[in-house]
């Protein structure tokens, strides 16, 4: 419960919140990059906040769950795909779902992996969920390769707006963040940093 009250609290204005954060330059790539993903059929995304980055994707695919751990977050986006038919959105823990096994063609993880609390465990969901070959899409904040006053203002920024870290942030790199895909029996197809001041790794692999 700590975890879903401590993203709750954010609910109404979690997109603008974290575009101050990281800088909607930054936003904006890791966005342009989601949209270009096509052929992505029924999909499964995990901690769709408030759906900036489920809107990203409508167009790629055929069926969107967007699922959240916050009851809140859930609700703000279900008023956003209000009257959209291809979005259903569900509350759902992305450690342990209730979805059957090779339902999803794509999984979406978009700012999710540095910040839960078990990522293994949301790695092993994603293949028991995903059919042969099914593709995953990872884009998580990182500070690889930022200068050291660009990580200062960016840790000044996030405590400004959310408080203090979470608990259970993992702090990933690129190199760090493909091998730990692939140890969870992924092909990595593409990984990338994208950013200027600040950075996001973008990442796609398929189920091995």
């Known amino acids: 419960m700590e975890k879903e009250k401590y993203w709750s609290r954010f609910s109404k204005d979690f997109n603008s919140k974290q575009e101050y954060v990281v800088g909607k330059e930054l936003t904006n790539m890791i966005k342009a990059k989601l949209e270009n993903q096509k052929n992505l059929g ?73 910040v839960i609390d078990q990522p293994q465990d949301v790695l092993k969901e994603s293949y028991r969920l995903l059919k042969p070959e099914g593709v995953i899409l990872i884009t998580c904040f990182t500070i690889d390769s930022m200068k050291l006053f660009d990580k200062l203002g960016l840790v000044y920024r996030f405590k400004k707006t959310f408080g203090k870290f979470p608990k259970s942030r993992t702090p990933f790199t690129l190199k760090s963040l493909i091998e730990f895909v692939e140890t ?16 996001s790794i973008f990442l796609r692999a398929t189920k091995n």
């Open 42 to 114: 029924n999909v499964l995304e995990f901690a769709c906040g408030n759906g900036a980055y489920t809107d990203c994707i409508v167009k790629g695919a055929a069926k969107i769950t967007a699922t959240d751990y916050s009851e809140q977050m859930v609700e703000e986006t279900k008023k956003v795909f209000y009257g959209n038919n291809k979005v259903s959105v569900e509350k759902a823990d992305c450690h342990k779902t209730d979805y059957a096994d090779e339902s999803f063609d794509t999984i979406l993880m978009a700012n999710l992996i540095h």
């Open 184 to 199: 969870h029996n992924f092909m990595v197809q593409k990984a990338e940093l994208i950013g200027v001041k600040t950075k």
